[in-house]
């Protein structure tokens, strides 16, 4: 007997796409914007050196919305 396949919610995080640290989900999932990253407040470096919350982009994703 073969087994049903699993349908995912298209709520359900992408895994096979790329999330920097501060990431919340992967980019373009659904519920979720672009943000400044709160560690580095967009400048994207910290003391120099690449901010490691954002991976030196200075935005994040984060989600919206919310109940």
Do not use: F, W, Y
Request: proline share 12%; aromatic share 0%; with cysteine.
């Amino acid at each position: 007997m073969v087994e049903p396949r699993k349908s995912e919610s298209p709520d359900a995080p992408n895994p096979r796409l790329p999330m920097r640290h501060g990431d919340e989900a992967p980019a373009g999932s659904q519920g979720t914007a672009e943000n400044v990253c709160p560690v580095c407040h967009g400048s994207g470096t910290l003391a120099g050196k690449p901010c490691v919350e954002c991976d030196g982009t200075g935005r994040i994703t984060v989600g919206i919305g919310g109940a």
